[in-house]
T-cell receptor
Framework: EAGVAQSPRYKIIEKRQSVAFWCNPISGHATLYWYQQILGQGPKLLIQFQNNGVVDDSQLPKDRFSAERLKGVDSTLKIQPAKLEDSAVYLC????????????FGQGTRLTVV | QKEVEQNSGPLSVPEGAIASLNCTYSDRGSQSFFWYRQYSGKSPELIMFIYSNGDKEDGRFTAQLNKASQYVSLLIRDSQPSDSATYLCAVLYGQNFVFGPGTRLSVLP
């Protein structure tokens, strides 16, 4: 079974530029999560999708972050414009249906904003 | 505010000893609890999950849950240097996984 795929693995941008991350969850997983993990901290949920609907985006900085999950499969997370404090690893995870089922993580995208 | 707390560590134990990792959570209604291991520069991977009060054992790992005290722990028996990693406690609040800050474990040869 293929795992959660993310790209790119690494990205370096200047502040005020824009960037996009892509995630392809495990086939058949209805729930998709985007987490931000700052060095030395645990993952912080940015947004959760159930199929192509948003379940929770309460911690997503909506003035600069946006995410979509078209057709309930792949998802993209965009930052525009980026700030220095956005430097982090962006993790995508998926689970079967978001209930008592584990979340599987992709390898993450390490973003550095300079 | 749904919170998950862990001691950040580092927790250092000698090889072969028992490592004990603790986690507390704020929402008494939480039903599902997960322990993830994260090696430096890697993504989290699931070690164990527990839903019921008491102990759950899987190989060298034992998860313990006490819902009355809102406390989850992970015991690692016969610790190995390869167990050196950050251990993340995650609590399922409704449909949301909320992670603690993680405890960094160092197993000394």
């Amino acid at each position: 079974e293929a795992g959660v795929a993310q790209s790119p693995r690494y990205k370096i941008i200047e502040k005020r530029q824009s960037v996009a991350f892509w995630c392809n969850p495990i086939s058949g997983h209805a729930t998709l999560y985007w987490y931000q993990q700052i060095l030395g901290q645990g993952p912080k949920l940015l947004i959760q999708f159930q199929n192509n609907g948003v379940v929770d985006d309460s911690q997503l900085p909506k003035d600069r972050f946006s995410a979509e999950r078209l057709k309930g499969v792949d998802s993209t997370l965009k930052i525009q414009p980026a700030k220095l404090e956005d430097s982090a690893v962006y993790l995508c995870a998926s689970s079967l249906w978001g209930g008592n089922t584990e979340a599987f993580f992709g390898q993450g995208t390490r973003l550095t904003v300079v | 505010q749904k919170e998950v707390e862990q001691n950040s560590g580092p927790l250092s134990v000698p090889e072969g000893a028992i490592a004990s990792l603790n986690c507390t959570y704020s929402d008494r209604g939480s039903q599902s609890f997960f322990w993830y291991r994260q090696y430096s520069g890697k993504s989290p991977e699931l070690i164990m999950f527990i839903y019921s009060n008491g102990d759950k054992e899987d190989g060298r790992f034992t998860a313990q849950l006490n819902k009355a005290s809102q406390y989850v722990s992970l015991l690692i028996r016969d610790s190995q240097p390869s167990d050196s990693a950050t251990y993340l406690c995650a609590v399922l609040y409704g449909q949301n996984f909320v992670f603690g800050p993680g405890t960094r474990l160092s197993v000394l040869p």
